[in-house]
């Protein structure tokens, strides 16, 4: 957890640009039995789980032939804003990789994912100045065009 609230103002501006937000990382293990096993994490003797559900492997996920391709189509649908056959490509290739890399099946799913929490003030400035975050974190002019392209048909005067 990074909290961005308790810190003095110059500290604030080194770690987050200013923004005032609190930042938790979270932890998702999927389970064959459909519960989130991540408090049976491999290594965390701290919990105290000892007959933690089998973990959701990749090749469990892809053994599913039908469900695979709904999901793959609906992370398509979901996160491609252009409609464009490029970047749903992108996302098909990506799911063929999961069925093709040598061991990846065995490996237990394990999804990490930051939220982050912002009073509305810093969030409607934060929308207002997008452009140089997303400009600092990539990596490429490929992946600031793919973070940029929903903003493609956007003018300086509508509303995010």
Not at 9 to 30: H, K, R, S, T, W
Not at 60 to 79: P, R, T, Y
């Amino acid at each position: 957890m990074n909290n961005t609230f308790a810190m003095d103002d110059d500290d604030c501006a080194e770690a987050a640009g200013g923004m005032q937000q609190i930042v938790l990382n979270l932890l998702f293990a999927p389970t064959r039995d459909g519960t989130d096993g991540s408090l049976a994490v491999d290594g965390d003797e701290s919990t105290g789980v000892t007959d933690a559900p089998a973990p959701l492997t990749f090749g469990d996920m892809v053994a599913d032939a039908e469900g695979f391709a709904k999901a793959g189509q609906s992370a398509v649908d979901a996160n491609v804003r252009e409609v464009g056959e490029q970047e749903a490509e992108q996302y098909q290739r990506a799911a063929s990789l999961l069925k093709t890399l040598p061991g990846l099946a065995d490996e237990p799913i394990r999804l990490v994912t930051a939220v982050q929490l912002h009073l509305a003030y810093y969030f409607k400035a934060r929308q207002q100045n997008e452009l140089p975050f997303l400009a600092n974190r990539a990596k490429s002019l490929h992946g600031l065009e793919l973070d940029c392209i929903g903003y493609k048909h956007k003018s300086a005067t509508d509303e995010f």
